[in-house]
Every structure is written in structure tokens, then in C-alpha cells.
């Protein structure tokens, strides 16, 4: 099973500012297989970004995933209100797909 | 439009059993793989089972293989997880999810879109 540690836990940050949001695995897959979400509370995640890189449809500009291998960023260049929530990364390269535990961007 | 939408979640003591239901519209039901993806309160997300387009294959993570059981509806659009065995571990949210593909390959465990959730909690 590939285990995904995010990190920061916990990302404190203003509207407007950039956020940096990693992801790192246990072993390396194929890119191709990494996503991102987004959850709010009491919603049901929203997938934002597959292929390591390629954005869902209907997701902002300002949402940008890259990476490689074991480490994965996920960025937001300026943060808008609606963008405080948790993110998740996920691997979907094989069965079981796992996620990762998750980072919360709270406002500051 | 997709939409998914989950019923039959509730209270039940350990050792019990619940059936679980997804009911999709806005899509070409047989096409697509489907999961139940499950979130703990307060907690991550874990996958729970995949079962492909036709049904004929059903995959399931480790900490319920042998106690769930997925199957689906083609007459009715819908999916269902027999839990049987239930323990108060299982208490989570149950969130039924569309794959990306038919087959269980990797797009099959790509979540393009999501049902509400559906409460079960295990507990005397």
C-alpha cells in the first residue's frame, strides 16, 4: 500500500496570499495517478486536480498541481476567501488507492 | 447534471447489519466504475470498494474485505455495500463516488464526482 504524508498539517495564511501544499509517498508511481481535493466542512470533497497537474473541470487558474515520483505540491497563488478548507491528495495508480491525511489552510 | 445519492445510513449495534444505497443520474450508469469512500468524524478519507461498470468485478480495502459487500443495479441506477459484521470502527460517513473509468485499472479510482454521505454509527 502507498502511504501519503501531506504536509504542512496546518498552513495559517490571508486572503491573497500563496499557499504551498505538499505531498510526499511512501514509494514512486506514475504521476499520471496523483490527485488533489478539496473539502469544506459538512461537503462532501471536490476533486481539483488530476494527473498530477491537469486541473477538473470548472477549477480556478489559480489552482496549479505539480511533481513527480514520491513529492507532489499543490498550489494556490492567491488565496480567495472560498479557498480555506482541507486538502487531500490521493493516488488512484492501483488498488488499494490511499489518501493522504490531509492539510488544513485556515485563515490567519 | 451527475448526481449521487446515498440513503439507508443509521444507528446499529456492533455485530449488526445495514445496507447502504447510491442512486445516480446524469451519466450512462453501466459505463462508469463506482466506490464508497468513507471519512471517520473529525478524520481523513478512506477508500472502501470499487466495483466496475458491468459489476462483474469488486475490489475492497483490507479493513473490510470479507464483512462488505458491493453490488449494483443496472435497472435502477443504483449501487449498494452490504455491511454485515459492523464494529464500532466503521462509524463514518459513507460517501458513494463516480470513477473516471469503466474497468478498475487506475481511472477507476479517480473520484470525478461525489455523493452527500450518507451517517452510519456503530454503537450499543
Known amino acids: 500500500e502507498i502511504v501519503l504524508t501531506q504536509s504542512p498539517g496546518t498552513l495559517s495564511l490571508s486572503p491573497g496570499e500563496r499557499a504551498t501544499l505538499s505531498c510526499r509517498a511512501s514509494q514512486s508511481f506514475s504521476s499520471s495517478y496523483l490527485a488533489w481535493y478539496q473539502q469544506k466542512p459538512g461537503q462532501a470533497p471536490r476533486l481539483l486536480i488530476y494527473g498530477a497537474s491537469s486541473r477538473a473541470t470548472g477549477i480556478p487558474d489559480r489552482f496549479s498541481g505539480s511533481g513527480s515520483g514520491t513529492d507532489f505540491t499543490l498550489t494556490i497563488s492567491r488565496l480567495e476567501p472560498e479557498d480555506f478548507a482541507v486538502y487531500y491528495c490521493?493516488?488512484?495508480?492501483?488498488?488499494?488507492?490511499?489518501f493522504g491525511g490531509g492539510t488544513k489552510v485556515e485563515i490567519k | 447534471e451527475v448526481q449521487l445519492l446515498e440513503s439507508g445510513g443509521g444507528l446499529v449495534q456492533p455485530g449488526g447489519s445495514l445496507r447502504l444505497s447510491c442512486a445516480a443520474s446524469?451519466?450512462?450508469?453501466?459505463?462508469?466504475?463506482m466506490n464508497w469512500v468513507r471519512q471517520a468524524p473529525g478524520k481523513g478519507l478512506e477508500w472502501v470498494s470499487a466495483i466496475s461498470g458491468s459489476g462483474g468485478s469488486t475490489y475492497y480495502a483490507d479493513s473490510v474485505r470479507g464483512r462488505f459487500t458491493s453490488s449494483r443495479d443496472k435497472s435502477k441506477n443504483t449501487m449498494y455495500l452490504q455491511m454485515n459484521s459492523l464494529r464500532a470502527e466503521d462509524t463514518a460517513i459513507y460517501y458513494c463516488a463516480k470513477g473516471v473509468g469503466m474497468y478498475c485499472g487506475g481511472d477507476c479510482y479517480l473520484f470525478d464526482h461525489w455523493g452527500q454521505g450518507t451517517l452510519v454509527t456503530v454503537s450499543s
Open positions: 446524469g451519466f450512462t450508469f453501466s459505463s462508469y466504475a
Open positions: 490521493q493516488h488512484y495508480s492501483r488498488s488499494p488507492p490511499t
